[in-house]
Every structure is written in C-alpha cells, then in structure tokens.
C-alpha cells in the first residue's frame, strides 16, 4: 500500500539554525503519529513544511503523490490543520467564523452543524472568538482543521496550555474520530500520556533529526525504560514533559 504521506530528506536552516536535519516520515492511511521533542527540536517547522506553509531547503513531500508545487489547490481539500497557535477575527462569532472557512473550503451547513457538534461547541454559537476560554479556541481551530472531512490532520500542540479536563475532552474527541472516521492524524505535543492514549506510533525529535521512531512499547520494551520522557533523558539529558 502507498503511504498517505511521504517526506524525504527534509532540511531547513534559519541562518546558522540547521532545524531539521535530513528527516524522512511516512504515514500510512489511517494512522495517528506523534511526534515528541523539547523546545526547538523542529516539530513545528516539519509539520509546517508538511503543510505548505515552510519550503524546506532540500527534500520533497508527497500527500497522496501529490506535491505542494503542482497540486496545491487539491492537497487543501485532503488535509485538517490547526497551528501552534491560532488567531481569530474577534469580533465574530463562533458559527460565524465556521461559515467564513466553510465558504473557502465548500463545506455544507450540514457539515458545519456536524463538527459543532463533534468539537462541543453548540451552546457557543452566539459568542465572539475574543471571549472563549483557551480550551475553548482550541476546540473551535479543530473544528475549522475537520469542516472539510479530511484525509490527513496535521495539529501542533493542540492541548498545550489547556487545564486536565479540557485536555481530556479534546482527546475524547480526536479518539472518536479516529474510532469513526478513515482520517490519519499527525500531532504534536509535550504530553506523553497524549501521544499514548491517542497515537500509534511516535517519532522522537531532538535538535532536527529524529532521535527514535516506533510504536511506545517498542520503544520501552527495548531500551528498558519505564516511560518516553526517561528514554529521551537518557538518550540526551533532555526531558520531553514540561515541568518536571
Ligand atoms: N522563522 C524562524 N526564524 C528563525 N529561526 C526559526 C524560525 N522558525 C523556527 N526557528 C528555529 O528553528 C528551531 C526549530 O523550531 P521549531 O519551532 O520547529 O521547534 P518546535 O519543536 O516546534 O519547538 P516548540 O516545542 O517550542 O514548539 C528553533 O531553534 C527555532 O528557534
Ligand atoms: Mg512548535
């Protein structure tokens, strides 16, 4: 089986910054990948080089075997993104700012009733974006990341920030989706208990280069370790959980 996704060789300098370093991923239909790694470690410049946003400075991605540079209009209507962080109009509201990206995506009123629905947002209709709760805004970007059904969702630290609850709620909603839906996710996140609960496998960043890639019991059954964050410890002296 073709993978949904296939990135090779990606590197990417910010002046004397080498962020990432020549990494290749692979997703298959349906999978849900993590990807870990302190602060700088690169996640945010190679989802968004999957994404389209960045140019990486050497290696190609493919979405389906289609490149950014021919097939841009058509990888939008496959692909779900929510950024690092995400900025809203204000002064609309939250079924208004739906409307709006339904509008650029062709997405049904149905469609937008539907991942009201899914994200919880139904008793915020009428709110402006300025007045959501952090938990909230998170909600409401991945309800604007799932409006177009897509193929491959692409989140970055979807929970950061977020108190235990909200945390837990967004998981519930991303495990249903993966439950109910054909949709392949790769995600983000400081959070290993996130990246278990929901992912099938994880690729370890550190400085640009992916550090261990593989399922979690793989990768603890291997090394010995009792959990990612003393694998990554000692593979490092970095930790991957904030605050500890
Ligand atoms: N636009 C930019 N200009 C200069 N340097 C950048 C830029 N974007 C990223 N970098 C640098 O590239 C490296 C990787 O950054 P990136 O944002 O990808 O890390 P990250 O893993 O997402 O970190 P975090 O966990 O803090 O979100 C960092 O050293 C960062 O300072
Ligand atoms: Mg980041």
Redesign the pocket.
């Known amino acids: 089986m073709n993978p949904l996704l296939e990135a090779t060789a990606i590197s990417k300098s910010?002046?004397s910054?080498k962020?990432l370093k020549g990494v290749d991923i692979k997703l298959m239909s349906g999978e849900f990948l993590a990807l870990l790694?302190?602060?700088?470690?690169?996640?945010?410049?190679?989802v968004e080089i999957i994404e389209g946003i960045q140019k990486p400075d050497t290696g190609t991605v493919f979405i389906k075997g289609m490149n950014w540079k021919e097939h841009r209009h058509k990888i939008h209507q496959i692909i779900g993104i929510s950024l690092?962080e995400t900025f809203f109009f204000e002064r609309i509201n939250v079924v208004e700012t739906l409307n709006l990206f339904a509008t650029f995506f062709n997405s049904s009123k149905k469609q937008v009733e539907k991942v009201l629905n899914q994200v919880g947002l139904q008793d915020k209709l009428k709110a402006w974006t300025m007045h959501l709760s952090g938990g909230q805004r998170q909600r409401l970007a991945l309800a604007i990341a799932m409006l177009n059904e897509p193929e491959l969702l692409l989140l970055?630290?979807p929970t950061t920030g977020l108190d235990p609850n909200a945390r837990r709620e967004i998981w519930d909603l991303l495990f249903n989706l993966k439950k109910t839906s054909p949709t392949s996710m790769i995600l983000?996140t400081?959070y290993m208990e996130e990246a278990e609960y929901l992912c099938d496998r994880v690729i370890l960043?550190s400085q640009?280069s992916i550090l261990m890639e593989g399922t979690v019991t793989k990768l603890l059954n291997e090394s010995g370790c009792k959990n990612l964050d003393e694998l990554f410890l000692a593979k490092t002296g970095k930790r991957l959980e904030e605050n500890q």
Request: hydrophobic residues 30%; glycine residues 20%; charged residues 20%.
């Open positions: 910010f002046k910054v962020a790694g302190p602060n700088g470690a690169g996640k945010t410049t190679l690092q970055d630290e983000t400081h960043l640009g």
